[in-house]
């Protein structure tokens, strides 16, 4: 009797390994929106060096005093650190209206006018801060979280 039940506890257990394997693949994939919602690059920005041809460079006399943001929903605005010393030289408040960015995968974000086609970036993570290189690869720039 034994080696009646064998066969159909193995055939039980193969079913049940096929649905732990469905459910096991269905939950290591993401929609896109998640992806979109958790992006590396969305939040604020503030540079804090540049580099180029890996030789680090001054960042201009504006840049430390400008955050950009890359929002969940694929727009960009640029604005003003409100601070007492935001030199003269800088203007005013820059806010940066029909910039998108649309991630292409293996490190690669598009940064685009609405109506241009855009440059393409690789972009990614050292610790906590963003690096943007540009398509050359003879710039970077290194931002933190503002």
């Not at 604005?79 to 408040?93: L, S, V």
């Not at 940064?111 to 963003?130: C, M, P, W």
């Not at 290189?133 to 931002?143: A, F, G, R």
């Amino acid at each position: 009797m034994n080696k009646l039940r064998l066969p159909q506890i193995m055939k039980d257990l193969k079913i049940v390994i096929i649905i732990l394997f469905g459910f096991a693949i269905l939950l290591s994939c993401s929609n896109d929106d998640e992806n979109s919602e958790n992006d590396i690059i969305i939040g604020k920005w503030v540079p804090i060096a540049r580099y180029e041809s890996n030789q680090q460079i001054e960042l201009s006399l504006c840049d430390p005093f400008f955050y950009t943001e890359y929002y969940k929903d694929h727009t960009v605005i640029s604005n003003r650190i409100e601070t007492t010393q935001f030199p003269d030289e800088c203007g005013m408040t820059i806010s940066e209206l029909g910039i998108v960015w649309e991630n292409l995968g293996n490190r690669k974000y598009k940064i685009r006018h609405i109506d241009e086609q855009g440059t393409v970036f690789t972009i990614y993570k050292e610790a906590s801060n963003l690096v943007i290189e540009s398509p050359d690869n003879i710039t970077k720039t290194v931002l933190e979280p503002y």
